[in-house]
C-alpha cells in the first residue's frame, strides 16, 4: 500500500468512560466517503472510517471483473462536492470508477482517518458508559460516541447459492466480488451461474475469449440499449462549466421524483390499472425488440421475461444479448441439480463439463432482514436489531435511525433508495446522521435516541403510502423472484416518496424528534468545540 494511505490513527485503549474517538463510521464506500466529507464541513473531525478492505470505493474497489462499469451516466454518479468533468465515457468503466473515489479521498484528507483491513464483526453498546464498542474480525475493540454504518446496499455476496455439491468442483471458481486476474480463462470451458447485474456485463466481456460459455439462468433479466460513448473533449469541457453538470443532474432528479411521486400519489386502484397496462405493454414491446437482436427463436423465448421492467433490477449493455448469437454461447434454462467434481449436472440428467464456474449468484442486501444476524448489532439494555427487524419488520425513522440504537445512524435502511444514484441519497442520509449529531455536541448529550413515537408515526406513514409498490412487486409481479421485495413479503427497498421530499426530509426533521440524554455527573464545563471545516 502507498505510504499516503496511512491507516489513520491507531485505537488507543478506552479509558474506563470515554471512547477512542467521537465517531466511527463502517465503511468506506460511497456512503462512508460521504459521511466523512460532511463530518469535515461540519466541524467534526475527531472521527475514524473502519474499512474491511485495503482501499477506499467499497463495491468499486472489491469488484474488477470483467466488462464491470457503471448503469447510469456518470453526471448522475458522483458526489454533489465533488463533480468530476474528466469522465472517459458517458457510463464509465468500474477503474475509473474506483479512481474517482480514491482522489475525493485524496482531496478532502480522508485517508487519515481511515482503518484499513479491518472488518467490525460485532457492534455493542456500553450501557455503563454510553458509548459504542466495535469489535473486530481480530478481536480489536474500537470505541466511539456517534456510530455511522456505512456498509452499503449489498451488504455481503451470497456464500451459498442453494446449490448441493459446491465444494466438489474441482475447477475453478470466480465471483464478480473477488475476481482472481492470474487464472486465464481464455480457450477454456466456462459456465456462468446467474443472469443478474454482474453477469450481464462479464458474459460478453469474456464471450469472444473462451472456448465455450454456458450461461445458467433462472430467471430472465430485461436488458435494454445502453446509450455510451467515448466522451468527446468538447463533451469534457461542457462538463467543466460551473453548474452545468449540476443542472443536468438536477433535470435528473426532477424526472425519478415525478415518476416516483406519482406512482404513489394517485388512487391506489388507477395506480393498480396503470401498472398492469404499463407491464404489459412494454413486456410486448420487449419481445419485438428481441425478435430484432437475438436470432435463435429458441433462445429469444428463454431471454423474455414474463414480468415487469421493474420488478427486478433492470440492466443495460450493448453487448448481453448479442452474446447468445455466438456459436461458443449456449443458454440453459433446466434447473441445476449439483455440481460435481468436473462441472454442471441440471434435472434433465445432462452433465455440462467446465474448467471455470462463475458464481453470479447475488448478494445479501440491506432489505433482507436476514442480511442482520442476531447478535450482531446490539443496542441499549441488549436491544437486538436483527430480532427487531424479523419479529417486527423491517423499519427505521427516516430510513436511518431506530430506538433502541442510541447513537447509531444507518446510511442505507429500510425505505431508503429513491430511485436516484447511490451517491445523491446517501448524501442526505449522511446530512441526517451530522445534524443529529452536532445537535447532540450543541446539547452536551451522551445519548442521542430517536423516539419511539417518531419511529411509529413515520413508519405508519410509509408503509401506508407503499401500498402500490407492495401491490406492483407482491400481486402483479408476485411470480417473479426479486430483492425488491424481502422475505417478510415487504418492499423495503424503495422509500415511497419523492426524491427532493426525502432530501428536505433529512436536513430539516424534527430536531425533537430525538431525545438528548446526558448523566449529570457527565456534565462537560463548556459545549464540544467545532473546527470549521474544510
Excluded: C
Excluded at 304 to 329: E, H, I, Q
Excluded at 395 to 415: I, K
Excluded at 518 to 528: F, I, R
Aim: glycine share 8%; no cysteine; hydrophobic share 40%.
Amino acid at each position: 500500500m502507498p505510504a499516503s494511505k496511512a491507516k489513520g490513527r491507531q485505537a488507543r485503549p478506552a479509558p474506563k468512560t470515554e471512547p477512542d474517538f467521537q465517531i466511527a463510521v463502517i465503511g468506506a464506500g460511497p456512503g462512508g466517503l460521504a459521511a466523512a466529507v460532511k463530518l469535515k464541513q461540519a466541524g467534526l473531525r475527531d472521527f475514524v472510517v473502519i474499512e474491511r478492505a485495503d482501499d477506499v470505493g467499497g463495491s468499486w474497489h472489491e469488484n474488477t471483473y470483467p466488462g464491470l462499469g457503471v448503469d447510469i451516466p456518470a453526471v448522475a454518479y458522483q458526489f454533489s462536492f465533488a463533480r468530476n468533468a474528466d469522465w472517459s465515457r458517458v457510463f464509465p468503466y468500474g477503474a475509473e470508477v474506483e479512481k474517482y473515489h480514491q482522489e475525493v479521498a485524496r482531496r478532502f484528507g480522508l485517508y487519515e482517518h481511515l482503518r484499513f483491513n479491518t472488518n467490525v464483526a460485532r457492534e455493542e453498546w456500553d450501557d455503563a458508559h454510553n458509548y459504542w464498542k466495535l469489535i473486530t474480525d481480530s478481536g480489536e475493540i474500537i470505541s466511539a460516541r456517534f456510530l455511522i454504518s456505512a456498509v452499503g446496499a449489498f451488504v455481503r455476496p451470497k456464500e451459498e447459492a442453494g446449490i448441493p455439491g459446491r465444494l466438489n468442483f474441482q475447477g475453478k471458481y470466480q465471483r464478480p466480488s473477488s475476481w482472481d486476474h492470474s487464472w486465464d480463462h481464455r480457450g477454456k470451458r466456462v459456465g456462468i451461474i446467474g443472469t443478474g447485474a454482474s453477469a450481464v456485463q462479464i458474459i460478453p466481456a469474456i464471450a469472444p475469449e473462451v472456448a465455450e460459455l454456458t450461461v445458467f439462468q433462472r430467471t430472465p433479466v430485461w436488458s435494454l440499449p445502453k446509450p455510451d460513448f467515448t466522451m468527446p473533449r468538447i463533451g469534457q469541457r461542457l462538463l467543466a462549466v460551473p453548474g452545468l453538470q449540476a443542472a443536468l443532474h438536477g433535470v435528473v432528479l426532477v424526472v425519478v421524483d415525478l415518476v416516483l411521486r406519482g406512482a404513489i400519489a394517485v388512487p391506489t386502484d388507477t395506480a393498480k390499472t396503470a401498472m398492469t397496462w404499463f407491464d404489459r405493454s412494454t413486456i410486448a414491446a420487449y419481445q419485438r425488440f428481441l425478435r430484432l437482436v437475438v436470432k435463435d427463436p429458441q433462445t429469444r423465448a428463454q431471454l423474455t421475461p414474463d414480468f415487469g421492467p421493474l420488478a427486478k433490477r433492470p440492466t443495460m449493455s450493448n453487448g448481453y444479448l448479442k452474446a447468445y448469437n455466438r456459436d461458443n454461447v449456449d443458454l440453459v434454462t433446466e434447473p441445476i441439480e449439483e455440481i460435481t467434481a468436473t462441472g454442471i449436472k441440471t434435472r434433465d440428467g445432462v452433465e455440462h463439463e467446465f474448467d471455470m464456474i462463475v458464481l453470479a449468484t447475488g448478494y445479501e442486501v440491506f432489505s433482507d432482514p436476514e442480511t442482520y444476524r442476531p447478535g450482531t448489532i446490539v443496542g441499549r439494555d441488549g436491544f437486538d436489531l436483527g430480532k427487531f427487524w424479523t419479529e417486527n419488520g423491517m423499519q427505521a425513522y427516516e430510513s436511518v435511525s431506530v430506538p433502541g440504537l442510541p447513537n447509531r445512524w444507518t446510511l442505507v435502511g429500510p425505505y431508503s433508495w429513491t430511485g436516484s444514484g447511490w451517491h445523491s441519497f446517501v448524501e442526505m442520509t449522511a446530512d441526517h446522521a451530522v445534524r443529529a449529531i452536532k445537535e447532540g455536541l450543541r446539547r452536551r448529550a451522551k445519548v442521542v435516541e430517536v423516539r419511539k413515537e417518531a419511529l411509529d408515526a413515520y413508519h405508519a406513514e410509509i408503509f401506508r403510502r407503499a401500498e402500490p409498490i407492495r401491490f406492483y412487486f407482491n400481486e402483479l409481479n408476485a411470480h417473479t423472484p426479486t430483492y425488491y421485495r424481502n422475505s417478510q413479503g415487504d418492499s423495503t427497498y424503495v422509500r415511497p416518496s419523492g426524491f427532493f421530499e426525502a432530501s428536505r426530509g433529512h436536513r430539516r426533521f424534527p430536531l425533537d424528534d430525538y431525545s438528548y440524554e446526558t448523566p449529570q455527573a457527565d456534565v462537560p464545563a463548556k459545549p464540544t468545540r467545532l473546527v470549521a471545516g474544510a
